[in-house]
């Protein structure tokens, strides 16, 4: 990589001095050696304080690259080599960051290289300000007006193969942040003659040539035009072509910079058109015609040329004839016409053209103004760029010279005053110890040109404006008069003698001294140019073309806009836009760039040292550098000064308490800066050498660096705590949140091993316990077994004991038995023997008899008395000895007959065996044992009923009289219903109580008891069926000893009374009922509301009670009727009440319904 050279300031590597103020020593030749070193050095930039001196170096010098834009860009003025870059940069910096406007002056002679500085001001600003889609269309729009203005503003001249033949000034317009908003353009003085005629090896303005070169045919057809320049008188042909300049290109040029400017097509052709009839007019040529009052009139000679004008331009060809032939003048309402002799009629076409020409192109700048005018209202900050003619010192010097040089007088008087004057006015001012330096102050050659009374352009004015012949002489005259005693005034005919020999001074011409030199100027000429005179008819006649751009171009041939004044001549109106040039330039902060040219012949590395000098002299740099050299180099109010830099000190960081200047002076102290370096003035420090504000800016500049760097630190620091303190706390919430999530895990876990261990543990526990458990099952079961088996063995042992002993006692039962018969036998045989046995016998027999009745058979008979008598004998013999006799006592073999029989034997055994299984005394007992042997079925038969016959007796025996009157009435009811009526088995298990209602108790009943004296035999509560529709009601049914009475259950009042005589029969269903009717005897008391119809629940017991009632009472058995179906006597009516199967849904309840008037039906479920 190659290496960078890096400069930190302009002294290093220096060829010559960068800053003409360091150099040693100062003089004329000195100062034009160094350019010169320079410039062979490719060098063409030196400095003087801040202007910059610029030496053409006409060829192309690789400074003004990008790269070299980006070097100079923030950089400090005094930091790099001199550079027009640096002056742009530090104009446009301090117009960005310090809000001052700025202008940049750029002066020279023509070919010095001002258009091409003002070039290169404009693009490095575009290159460093803002970028942006916008921005650069703005950019793009104010860099492309250039080619346009250079194509109809220049010429080639001999000194300049593009010279500007009108003064530029330029405002760039930026916003706050120093991005370009647009701009104005200002034009001064137009060289117009040039239209016309150009001086030898010159040419007209490029836009003629470029136009026939580049147009196509079709628009050269169209514009009237041909290609070749010789057709046309305006344009000089000797210098038609200019080396190195491609006009054909250079209109493609200008057509596209017009468009991105922002011309429509058709004002582009509008302008072109206006531009091709300039160069027509020029073809038109007059030819003199002698009138009959012998003046000469001119007639165009070929009309041709007028006709395509009038064609291009829309004008009627006769109106345009005429105004090329005729005069019209007014005075005082009155119009004189005068015809023109050829030399007027071709002034006044030259007139027209340059007026044309000149209108045009003051119509472009104000449409480029249009087009690049800032588009918003926001306050503006301004960087003007004059580029304006420089000083000229021709042979022939004329009325544009002398205004050029008069613009120039002023630009130096503007420098004087800012640098020179102003400057040691600010020391005096400031109290700063200043050494006067004289120089030259050119407001007196400014006075001699201007003063409104006596200057030479009020002269002028003055001469043009007064009535009578005018001409250039008169006027000379004039100023012989006036300024012949002004000391920058030469004339040869002035009252100054000084001059009257002076043969360098002709008489045609005057002399001024001017700042820069002595310039000749003569004076032919100056009153043409200066009234600038286009005739009426002329301005009328384009005004009547239908060329929208041309008639627009001369407004004051509106006739109805007709103004008798003159027009303001072109000195007083150059006079008065020079004035507000300056105004504008008073007010910004200028810049100076001083160009200079080299050599005459526009050539490279050619210094031609009395040129140079000549430029040095009248731009009065060497005045410039002394200045500078004896003052200071920079200075500043204390409070900006102080506020810029007072972070180099500890004391003014960050806040000075103090007035501002003794914060400077203890800034300055503590920086140690030499004391011999700056002086202090009222309001301002004044720094004398470039170097130490230099050093103060590069301390400063490394401080806000350090500041930055703290900022940044600080801005850092807290960023990065903040983010600290956020990712802590975020931290914090995850470890929460994740320490919950792990301890709940971890919980989980603990828990599930808990569950697994508990159940493992329970499991084991359990099967432990359930081990200990089978175990002890186990030790249970064998211990049952063991006991089972020992218990086995002791009751098997004591069943053996026990059954030995049986043994024994049955053996010793037997043998004492034996023992004792025999020994009864032995001692009673004796009274048996004789008679006993035959009473005996046959007690036992007759009782057997007695017993068995007469109705059985013989054989029957005779055995069951033989088994009676064994019987009998067994229980007499048991009698005998006192004690009972066993089965097998009483089994015992008998030594004779009957009793040593076998089946003896057995029924012997039958009842000895029975005796021990009688069933209980309980006559309802139906046990009775089963028979042992088939042919004892009879006795066994027999026995059973004995038995129980037997029994029954005992049971009655118990009974008393009450138990005895119920089973009376219990038997009555049996013998009245059983097997007749189905209720009949249901109430035998009810007791009859009888008085169900207790009505001696209940308090209810008291009146019905003291209506009632008799017996109460039944008293309860009965449904009495309505008669009517067989629904029921509660009655008290009452019986007595001799009545049958009804009462009220609720209130206990009697209703009906029936003796029991009247009562005939009682009637029921045979089915499972408790319905019955009391039949009355007919015509009886009782009987005439008709006989009852009841249903009870004891319906057994009141049949039973009131037909054993009526039996005692009247000793005639009561008729009890047991139908289905039976009549009922109800009033007159018999009315039968029938008895039916009723269905289940009914109820159990047996229900009755009249169906009618002769049928009550009772449906029994
Ligand atoms: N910095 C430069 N680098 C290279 N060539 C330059 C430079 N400055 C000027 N020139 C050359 O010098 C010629 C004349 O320059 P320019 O047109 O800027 O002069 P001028 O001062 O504007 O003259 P005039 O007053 O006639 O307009 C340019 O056409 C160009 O060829
Ligand atoms: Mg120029």
Same mark, same amino acid.
């Given at each position: 990589m190659a290496k960078m050279e890096v400069k930190t300031s302009l002294l290093d590597n220096m060829i010559g001095v960068g800053d003409m103020v360091l150099l040693e020593p100062l003089n004329e030749e000195t100062f034009i050696n160094n350019l010169k070193k320079r410039f062979d050095h490719s060098e063409i930039y030196t400095y003087i304080g801040s202007v910059v001196i610029s030496v053409n170096p006409y060829r192309s010098l690789p400074i003004y690259s990008p790269e070299k834009v980006e070097e100079y860009r923030n950089r400090n003025f005094y930091e790099l080599s001199p550079h027009i870059f640096a002056l742009s940069d530090e104009a446009y910096r301090s117009l960005r960051d310090q809000d001052k406007d700025q202008c940049i002056l750029i002066t020279g002679e023509s070919g010095a290289g001002k258009t091409e500085a003002s070039k290169l001001v404009m693009s490095y600003v575009a290159a460093v300000c803002g970028k942006g889609a916008e921005v650069n269309q703005v950019k793009e729009q104010l860099l492309q007006s250039n080619p346009v203005l250079e194509a109809f503003g220049n010429a080639k001249t001999v000194r300049n193969d593009n010279s500007s033949r009108f003064g530029k000034y330029m405002d760039i317009e930026f916003d706050f942040k120093g991005d370009p908003l647009g701009g104005v353009i200002s034009n001064y003085l137009l060289e117009k003659s040039r239209v016309v005629k150009q001086p030898r090896g010159e040419r007209n303005f490029h836009v003629f040539y470029q136009l026939l070169s580049g147009a196509s045919e079709e628009l050269l057809n169209k514009l009237k035009?041909?290609?070749?320049? *010789?057709?046309?008188?305006?344009?000089?042909?000797? *210098?038609a072509k200019v080396n190195g300049v491609d006009d054909a290109a250079n209109f493609r040029t200008v057509r596209n910079a017009m468009q991105i400017v922002g011309f429509m097509d058709h004002e582009a052709e509008s302008v072109l058109a206006v531009v091709a009839a300039v160069l027509k007019l020029g073809n038109i040529e007059f030819k003199p015609e002698s009138r009959v009052n012998g003046l000469d009139e001119s007639k165009i000679k070929d009309k041709n040329e007028l006709k395509e004008i009038c064609e291009l331009t829309g004008i009627d060809q006769s109106v345009l004839e005429r105004a090329f032939s005729f005069r019209t003048v007014e005075a005082k309402q009155e119009k004189v016409s005068t015809t023109l002799n050829v030399a007027q009629a071709y002034y006044a076409r030259d007139a027209l053209a340059k007026n044309l020409y000149s209108r045009l192109f003051s119509w472009l700048v104000n449409r480029i103004n249009e087009s690049i005018k800032?588009?918003?209202k926001v306050r503006k900050k301004v960087m003007g760029v004059l580029d304006i003619y420089g000083f000229e010192i021709f042979e022939d010097n004329s009325f544009e010279q002398f205004i050029i040089n008069y613009c120039n007088e002023k630009l130096q008087q503007i420098f004087i005053e800012l640098t020179l004057k102003e400057e040691q006015e600010e020391y005096i001012r400031e109290d700063i110890e200043w050494t006067h330096i004289d120089y030259f102050n050119n407001a007196i050659i400014c006075d001699l040109i201007e003063n409104n009374t006596n200057g030479i352009l009020a002269m002028l004015d003055e001469e043009c404006l007064r009535p009578g012949t005018v001409t250039d002489e008169t006027f000379l005259e004039k100023l012989n008069q006036v300024c012949a005693t002004h000391q920058h005034f030469e004339s040869r005919m002035s009252k100054c003698s000084r001059f009257l020999n002076d043969t360098s001074l002709p008489h045609s011409c005057f002399r001024i001294q001017h700042y820069a030199g002595k310039v000749l100027y003569q004076v032919e000429g100056f009153v043409d140019k200066n009234n600038d005179l286009l005739y009426r008819d002329l301005s009328q006649a384009m005004w009547k073309a239908s060329h929208a751009l041309i008639k627009s171009l001369?407004?004051?041939?509106n006739p109805a806009k007709i103004n008798l004044k003159r027009p303001p001549t072109a000195g007083s109106q150059f006079k008065a836009s020079v004035a507000t040039l300056m105004k504008n330039l008073q007010t910004k902060n200028p810049n100076y760039i001083r160009c200079i040219k080299?050599?005459?012949?526009?050539?490279?590395?050619?210094?031609t040292e009395a040129l140079v000098c000549h430029q040095i002299r009248y731009l009065g740099l060497l005045e410039n550098v002394r200045v500078r050299r004896a003052g200071y180099a920079f200075r500043q109010a204390y409070e900006p000064c102080l506020e810029r830099y007072k972070m180099l000190c500890k004391q003014t960081w960050p806040h000075w308490k103090g007035p501002a200047r003794s914060g400077v002076e203890v800034l300055f102290n503590e920086l140690e800066i030499p004391v011999e370096e700056y002086s202090f003035g009222r309001s301002k420090i004044f720094i004398r050498n470039p170097r130490t504000l230099f050093k103060l800016e590069d301390l400063r500049k490394q401080r806000l660096e350090d500041l930055a760097t703290l900022i940044q630190k600080i801005y850092r620091g807290w960023k990065c705590r903040t983010h600290f303190l956020l990712m802590k706390k975020s931290q914090i919430v995850i470890a929460a949140w994740y320490r919950r999530y792990a301890q709940q895990k971890r919980y989980q876990q603990t828990k599930s091993s808990a569950l697994v261990i508990q159940s493992y543990i329970r499991g084991w526990k359990a099967r432990k316990i359930l081990r200990e458990l089978k175990h002890q099952k186990r030790c249970k079961e064998a211990v049952t077994t063991i006991a089972a088996y020992w218990h086995g063995t002791q009751a098997r042992r004591e069943l053996r004991r026990l059954k030995e002993e049986a043994r024994n006692k049955h053996a010793i039962a037997v043998i004492w038995a034996y023992w004792l018969g025999s020994k009864v036998r032995r001692e009673y045989r004796k009274f048996f023997r004789a008679n006993a046995g035959k009473k005996i016998y046959e007690f036992t027999l007759q009782r057997i008899r007695e017993l068995l009745g007469e109705s059985r058979p013989k054989k029957a008979r005779a055995l069951s008395c033989e088994t009676a008598m064994s019987c009998g004998r067994a229980r007499l013999a048991s009698k005998l000895v006192g004690r009972r006799v066993t089965g097998s006592q009483a089994v015992q073999p008998h030594p004779q007959g009957l009793w040593s029989s076998p089946s003896f034997r057995e029924v012997q055994k039958y009842f000895l065996e029975m005796k021990n299984k009688m069933p209980s005394l309980s006559p309802i007992d139906k046990n009775w044992p089963s028979r042992p042997y088939l042919f004892l079925d009879s006795t066994h038969k027999e026995l059973k009923r004995i038995f129980h016959l037997w029994r029954c007796k005992k049971y009655r025996d118990q009974f008393t009289d009450q138990q005895k009157l119920i089973y009376e009435e219990k038997l009555e009811a049996s013998e009245l219903f059983k097997d007749k009526k189905a209720l009949y088995p249901s109430s035998?298990?009810?007791?009859?109580?009888?008085?169900?209602?207790e009505i001696n108790k209940n308090p209810k009943y008291k009146k019905l008891k003291d209506a009632i004296e008799e017996k109460i035999i039944i008293a309860e509560v009965v449904n009495k069926i309505n008669r009517a529709n067989g629904k029921s009601t509660s009655r008290i049914f009452l019986l007595t000893n001799n009545n049958l009475l009804l009462a009220d259950q609720k209130s206990g009042q009697i209703k009906s009374e029936v003796p029991l005589v009247d009562v005939t029969k009682v009637s029921m269903s045979s089915q499972n009922d408790g319905f019955f009717a009391v039949h009355l005897k007919e015509g009886s008391e009782a009987a005439s509301k008709g006989d009852f119809l009841f249903s009870s629940d004891h319906l057994i017991e009141m049949a039973t009670k009131l037909y054993r009632t009526t039996l005692s009472q009247t000793k005639q058995k009561l008729n009890i009727e047991i139908s289905d179906e039976f009549l009922v006597q109800f009033r007159q009516d018999k009315v039968c009440v029938k008895f039916i199967q009723g269905n289940q849904k009914n109820g159990s309840v047996p229900t009755c319904k009249r169906k009618n008037n002769r049928l009550l039906e009772v449906a029994v479920p």
């Amino acid at each position: 990589m190659a290496k960078m050279e890096v400069k930190t300031s302009l002294l290093d590597n220096m060829i010559g001095v960068g800053d003409m103020v360091l150099l040693e020593p100062l003089n004329e030749e000195t100062f034009i050696n160094n350019l010169k070193k320079r410039f062979d050095h490719s060098e063409i930039y030196t400095y003087i304080g801040s202007v910059v001196i610029s030496v053409n170096p006409y060829r192309s010098l690789p400074i003004y690259s990008p790269e070299k834009v980006e070097e100079y860009r923030n950089r400090n003025f005094y930091e790099l080599s001199p550079h027009i870059f640096a002056l742009s940069d530090e104009a446009y910096r301090s117009l960005r960051d310090q809000d001052k406007d700025q202008c940049i002056l750029i002066t020279g002679e023509s070919g010095a290289g001002k258009t091409e500085a003002s070039k290169l001001v404009m693009s490095y600003v575009a290159a460093v300000c803002g970028k942006g889609a916008e921005v650069n269309q703005v950019k793009e729009q104010l860099l492309q007006s250039n080619p346009v203005l250079e194509a109809f503003g220049n010429a080639k001249t001999v000194r300049n193969d593009n010279s500007s033949r009108f003064g530029k000034y330029m405002d760039i317009e930026f916003d706050f942040k120093g991005d370009p908003l647009g701009g104005v353009i200002s034009n001064y003085l137009l060289e117009k003659s040039r239209v016309v005629k150009q001086p030898r090896g010159e040419r007209n303005f490029h836009v003629f040539y470029q136009l026939l070169s580049g147009a196509s045919e079709e628009l050269l057809n169209k514009l009237k035009l041909e290609r070749d320049f *010789s057709k046309y008188n305006y344009l000089s042909l000797d *210098s038609a072509k200019v080396n190195g300049v491609d006009d054909a290109a250079n209109f493609r040029t200008v057509r596209n910079a017009m468009q991105i400017v922002g011309f429509m097509d058709h004002e582009a052709e509008s302008v072109l058109a206006v531009v091709a009839a300039v160069l027509k007019l020029g073809n038109i040529e007059f030819k003199p015609e002698s009138r009959v009052n012998g003046l000469d009139e001119s007639k165009i000679k070929d009309k041709n040329e007028l006709k395509e004008i009038c064609e291009l331009t829309g004008i009627d060809q006769s109106v345009l004839e005429r105004a090329f032939s005729f005069r019209t003048v007014e005075a005082k309402q009155e119009k004189v016409s005068t015809t023109l002799n050829v030399a007027q009629a071709y002034y006044a076409r030259d007139a027209l053209a340059k007026n044309l020409y000149s209108r045009l192109f003051s119509w472009l700048v104000n449409r480029i103004n249009e087009s690049i005018k800032a588009q918003t209202k926001v306050r503006k900050k301004v960087m003007g760029v004059l580029d304006i003619y420089g000083f000229e010192i021709f042979e022939d010097n004329s009325f544009e010279q002398f205004i050029i040089n008069y613009c120039n007088e002023k630009l130096q008087q503007i420098f004087i005053e800012l640098t020179l004057k102003e400057e040691q006015e600010e020391y005096i001012r400031e109290d700063i110890e200043w050494t006067h330096i004289d120089y030259f102050n050119n407001a007196i050659i400014c006075d001699l040109i201007e003063n409104n009374t006596n200057g030479i352009l009020a002269m002028l004015d003055e001469e043009c404006l007064r009535p009578g012949t005018v001409t250039d002489e008169t006027f000379l005259e004039k100023l012989n008069q006036v300024c012949a005693t002004h000391q920058h005034f030469e004339s040869r005919m002035s009252k100054c003698s000084r001059f009257l020999n002076d043969t360098s001074l002709p008489h045609s011409c005057f002399r001024i001294q001017h700042y820069a030199g002595k310039v000749l100027y003569q004076v032919e000429g100056f009153v043409d140019k200066n009234n600038d005179l286009l005739y009426r008819d002329l301005s009328q006649a384009m005004w009547k073309a239908s060329h929208a751009l041309i008639k627009s171009l001369f407004p004051e041939g509106n006739p109805a806009k007709i103004n008798l004044k003159r027009p303001p001549t072109a000195g007083s109106q150059f006079k008065a836009s020079v004035a507000t040039l300056m105004k504008n330039l008073q007010t910004k902060n200028p810049n100076y760039i001083r160009c200079i040219k080299p050599n005459d012949k526009k050539a490279a590395h050619i210094f031609t040292e009395a040129l140079v000098c000549h430029q040095i002299r009248y731009l009065g740099l060497l005045e410039n550098v002394r200045v500078r050299r004896a003052g200071y180099a920079f200075r500043q109010a204390y409070e900006p000064c102080l506020e810029r830099y007072k972070m180099l000190c500890k004391q003014t960081w960050p806040h000075w308490k103090g007035p501002a200047r003794s914060g400077v002076e203890v800034l300055f102290n503590e920086l140690e800066i030499p004391v011999e370096e700056y002086s202090f003035g009222r309001s301002k420090i004044f720094i004398r050498n470039p170097r130490t504000l230099f050093k103060l800016e590069d301390l400063r500049k490394q401080r806000l660096e350090d500041l930055a760097t703290l900022i940044q630190k600080i801005y850092r620091g807290w960023k990065c705590r903040t983010h600290f303190l956020l990712m802590k706390k975020s931290q914090i919430v995850i470890a929460a949140w994740y320490r919950r999530y792990a301890q709940q895990k971890r919980y989980q876990q603990t828990k599930s091993s808990a569950l697994v261990i508990q159940s493992y543990i329970r499991g084991w526990k359990a099967r432990k316990i359930l081990r200990e458990l089978k175990h002890q099952k186990r030790c249970k079961e064998a211990v049952t077994t063991i006991a089972a088996y020992w218990h086995g063995t002791q009751a098997r042992r004591e069943l053996r004991r026990l059954k030995e002993e049986a043994r024994n006692k049955h053996a010793i039962a037997v043998i004492w038995a034996y023992w004792l018969g025999s020994k009864v036998r032995r001692e009673y045989r004796k009274f048996f023997r004789a008679n006993a046995g035959k009473k005996i016998y046959e007690f036992t027999l007759q009782r057997i008899r007695e017993l068995l009745g007469e109705s059985r058979p013989k054989k029957a008979r005779a055995l069951s008395c033989e088994t009676a008598m064994s019987c009998g004998r067994a229980r007499l013999a048991s009698k005998l000895v006192g004690r009972r006799v066993t089965g097998s006592q009483a089994v015992q073999p008998h030594p004779q007959g009957l009793w040593s029989s076998p089946s003896f034997r057995e029924v012997q055994k039958y009842f000895l065996e029975m005796k021990n299984k009688m069933p209980s005394l309980s006559p309802i007992d139906k046990n009775w044992p089963s028979r042992p042997y088939l042919f004892l079925d009879s006795t066994h038969k027999e026995l059973k009923r004995i038995f129980h016959l037997w029994r029954c007796k005992k049971y009655r025996d118990q009974f008393t009289d009450q138990q005895k009157l119920i089973y009376e009435e219990k038997l009555e009811a049996s013998e009245l219903f059983k097997d007749k009526k189905a209720l009949y088995p249901s109430s035998v298990g009810q007791p009859f109580q009888g008085a169900y209602l207790e009505i001696n108790k209940n308090p209810k009943y008291k009146k019905l008891k003291d209506a009632i004296e008799e017996k109460i035999i039944i008293a309860e509560v009965v449904n009495k069926i309505n008669r009517a529709n067989g629904k029921s009601t509660s009655r008290i049914f009452l019986l007595t000893n001799n009545n049958l009475l009804l009462a009220d259950q609720k209130s206990g009042q009697i209703k009906s009374e029936v003796p029991l005589v009247d009562v005939t029969k009682v009637s029921m269903s045979s089915q499972n009922d408790g319905f019955f009717a009391v039949h009355l005897k007919e015509g009886s008391e009782a009987a005439s509301k008709g006989d009852f119809l009841f249903s009870s629940d004891h319906l057994i017991e009141m049949a039973t009670k009131l037909y054993r009632t009526t039996l005692s009472q009247t000793k005639q058995k009561l008729n009890i009727e047991i139908s289905d179906e039976f009549l009922v006597q109800f009033r007159q009516d018999k009315v039968c009440v029938k008895f039916i199967q009723g269905n289940q849904k009914n109820g159990s309840v047996p229900t009755c319904k009249r169906k009618n008037n002769r049928l009550l039906e009772v449906a029994v479920p």
